[in-house]
């Protein structure tokens, strides 16, 4: 089962020197991503869930950022200790990235054609020439109608889900092991989030490449993803396969989140449901459950410690007192 | 793009119409005139200058008179210096003060830009502290300041540059004081203003792209980073243009510099009309040309912006 892990993060903690005090972004995060697997992170704005994926590839700025502990095992190497030059080979080479929005995430300086035969040369050696023949593969892959004409375009020229398809054929290009993409769809409207999350899942899945995708969308990881992470105030909470989170959600903001999704299939007159409270400040948070000001069946212990992540069968885990030994 | 020129180039002509027409009467509105100051002039031999200059006709009939001279680019007599007329005093001195203009406005571009580009990319460290304290002073310091200063140390003290006058003086050595001291404020403004740039280009998310692309930092610096770090730079150079040549007014009478800038001070001093005036159109022109240069080169850098 192990074997054919493929990206391991361990324990990764992240952290921002702020001049209010120590922001933890990210405390703590661990997850395997295996072959051809599709995991989602799911959380609120704030959550740590992009931090956590440039905390991946070491696309943090520091300073204010730095990467206070943990481990990035990819094919069995630590990606935070490589130096620099190594661990570009790995950046849009075998792990790559598509961003949130696409209408400022090419450079509006920079033709598409550049943007993307210079990743392709960089790391497939090709010249020029025959990268611009893959350039225009992967960009008839995804979808871009006449892209022969269209590749010596600026990305103003393109509408924003367009420019998304551009950014996923510029990640795709070398045939990355994994793509991480960081709400790709929320940028867009809906007919076009349906299409390019349809693209995504259909390109990865013909090109063998693992993908996590980052979303505050419960509908987008649900129509995507295998296994579900949960991530609250930096942490992951709980996680599972997409039919344990959504049939049987353990944790009391997984619950909430899932009963704050509209549904179209129970008529009723009721007020949408939406968990009380805002997402905690997690600037100089104690150590206590940072959910329990807004949880319903918050316990007395949840106020003092963390609770440990209680495991409740193979890959299915929960950090909730109610459900650790000994509360 | 050609048609956006020539359009451009059109405009030029209503433009300076309304700038020469405006300065005419403005000059002629305040009180004195060009030969106000010498006292005890008999009647009848201030009635002949004033005849010799056609300036008893009627005003309207002078600034016709005027407009046509101006079309032809005769710019008349100077009122001042009586055996000299302005179009030879423009074509001695204008050549001067476009050299010491342009060379210290490259001087302020290629350093301002390349310590801005450094003072960004070692933001909050001592290369960064050092020349922006460097701008600061650039920026606080007047030119009539700075340049004795720099007279008395390059000049006096160390006897390296003279201390003044111009090429025929002493060669291109003449040039390195003025120059220095003329491209200081806007070099410092020119540092600040890419340094600023950079950063918040550094921060975008194209930049982010580029580096999860795998992306050598020179690379990223130099193909994504510094087109659209620089368009600023190229906004502020037609209003730098036309301070610089401005600016050396002060420069120029501290360097004893043969330039412009002292006839036009002068001639507004002594009421010499045709010579503001020809100070006056040789500015605007300047200025009108510096700015379609610049939405060339807009138009160039950026591919957003159409001429059409």
């Known amino acids: ?327 | 793009m050609a048609r956006f020129f020539i359009r451009r180039l059109l405009s030029l002509v209503p433009t300076m119409f309304i700038i020469v027409t405006l300065s005419f009467f403005l000059i002629r509105l305040a009180p004195g005139g060009p030969f106000a100051r010498e006292r005890d002039l008999p009647e009848a031999i201030l009635q002949n200058i004033l005849k010799r200059y056609h300036m008893d006709e009627p005003l309207p009939k002078q600034y016709l008179r005027y407009l046509g001279d101006v079309i032809r680019w005769d710019f008349g007599p100077s009122l001042r210096y009586r055996d000299r007329s302005v179009n030879e005093m423009i074509d001695t001195t204008l050549p001067v003060s476009t050299a010491l203009g342009l060379t210290a406005l490259s001087l302020a571009v290629i350093l301002g830009v390349n310590v801005g580009i450094v003072s960004a990319l070692k933001q909050n460290k001592w290369p960064d502290y050092t020349a922006m304290s460097v701008a600061v002073v650039g920026i606080s310091v007047p030119l009539f300041v700075m340049g004795p200063i720099l007279q008395m140390v390059f000049a006096i003290w160390l006897k390296w540059l003279p201390p003044g006058q111009w090429l025929s003086d002493h060669g291109l050595k003449a040039i390195i004081l003025p120059a220095v001291t003329l491209s200081f404020p806007y070099f410092a403004y020119i540092a600040r203003l890419s340094r600023a740039s950079v950063l918040e280009v550094l921060r975008s998310d194209y930049i982010r792209t580029a580096r999860a692309k795998g992306l050598k930092e020179s690379v990223v610096i130099v193909k994504h980073v510094l087109k659209g770090a620089l368009l600023p730079v190229v906004t502020y150079l037609g209003p730098a243009l036309s301070g610089i040549v401005t600016g050396s007014v002060v420069v120029e009478a501290v360097f004893v510099v043969p330039g412009l800038g002292r006839p036009f001070v002068q001639a507004a001093i002594n009421r010499d009309y045709t010579m503001i005036m020809a100070d006056v159109i040789v500015y605007s022109l300047l200025l009108i040309t510096a700015n379609l240069v610049v939405d060339l080169v807009y138009g160039l850098l950026d591919p957003r912006i159409s001429y059409k």
């Open chain 1, 1 to 327: 089962m192990t074997d054919d892990v493929i990206l391991q993060v361990k324990d990764l903690k992240t952290y921002f020197k702020l001049d209010e005090g120590l922001l933890k972004a990210v405390d703590g995060v661990s997850f395997d991503l295996r072959k051809g697997e599709t995991l989602g992170i799911v959380g609120e704005s704030g959550s740590g869930k992009s931090v956590t994926n440039l905390a991946v590839m070491k696309l943090i700025p520091v300073p204010p950022g730095r990467i206070a502990g943990g481990e990035v095992l990819f094919q069995g190497k630590d990606l935070l200790k490589m130096p620099d030059d190594e661990i570009r080979t790995i950046r849009g080479n075998k792990i790559s990235m598509i961003f949130q929005d696409p209408m400022t995430s090419l450079n509006p300086f920079l033709r598409i054609s550049t943007q993307m035969i210079e990743t392709i040369v960089l790391h497939q050696g090709m010249n020029k020439k025959d990268a611009k023949d893959k350039s225009i593969e992967m960009l008839k892959l995804a979808g871009i109608p006449s892209p022969e004409k269209r590749i010596d375009s600026y990305p103003h020229q393109f509408s924003g889900g367009m420019r998304q398809r551009v950014m996923i054929a510029m990640a795709l290009s070398c045939n990355p092991e994994v793509l991480i993409a960081d709400e790709p769809t929320t940028a867009l409207d809906v007919t076009i989030q349906a299409q390019i999350l349809e693209l995504i899942k259909d390109l990865t899945a013909r090109l063998g490449t693992a993908v996590i995708l980052i979303t505050h969308s419960l509908g987008v990881v649900a129509g995507m993803c295998d296994n579900i992470n949960v991530m609250y105030a930096g942490r992951i909470v709980e996680r599972g396969t997409a039919d344990e989170i959504f049939g049987d959600p353990k944790h009391p903001y997984t619950q909430g989140l899932i009963k704050s999704v509209p549904r179209l299939d129970k008529a009723t007159q009721q007020r949408l449901f939406s968990i009380k409270g805002q997402p905690p400040n997690v600037i100089n948070l104690p150590d206590c459950c940072p959910f329990y000001p807004r949880c319903d069946r918050a316990l007395d212990i949840c106020k003092i410690k963390y609770p440990a992540t209680a495991e409740l069968s193979k890959g299915r885990n929960v950090a909730c007192w109610l459900y650790s030994e000994g509360k």
